[in-house]
């Protein structure tokens, strides 16, 4: 079992950078695969980024590649994702979620979600 807060979201211009952070608990953070996704309002959540248990592999969704960079902390049992040259699309709640096994673009493959934190990009 893993628990998961996410941090960081806020109101930014359109071009600005933000991280947001996610902390997870339990001893077993390094076992996990980490996935980065996002909702719009009357969208479907979708996936943004993800990494895998070491943190060698990454993953990302056209849209954000070159702007969005998923990493993670073992020793502090956190994953982040800089987002830099934000774009009002890019407004959404954005969750972290946890999966056992490899990485995965499939929401429905992931075990353990946050709650989210709302990102706000203006024009």
């Known amino acids: 079992q893993v628990q998961l807060v996410e941090s960081g979201g806020g109101l930014v211009q359109a071009g600005g950078s933000l991280r947001v952070s996610c902390a997870a608990s339990g001893r077993t953070f390094s076992s996990y695969a980490m996935g980065w996704f996002r909702q719009a309002p009357g969208k479907e959540r979708e996936f943004v980024a993800a990494?895998?248990?070491?943190?060698?592999?990454?993953y990302y969704t056209n849209p954000v590649k070159g702007r969005f960079t998923i990493s993670r902390d073992n020793a502090k049992n956190t994953v982040y994702l800089q987002m830099n040259s934000l774009k009002p699309e890019d407004t959404a709640v954005y969750y972290c979620?946890?999966?056992?096994?490899?990485?995965?673009?499939?929401?429905?493959?992931?075990?353990?979600w946050g709650q989210g934190t709302q990102v706000t990009v203006s024009s």
């Open positions: 979620a946890a999966r056992v096994g490899e990485v995965t673009d499939w929401p429905q493959g992931y075990n353990y």
């Open positions: 990494i895998g248990m070491s943190g060698t592999k990454t």
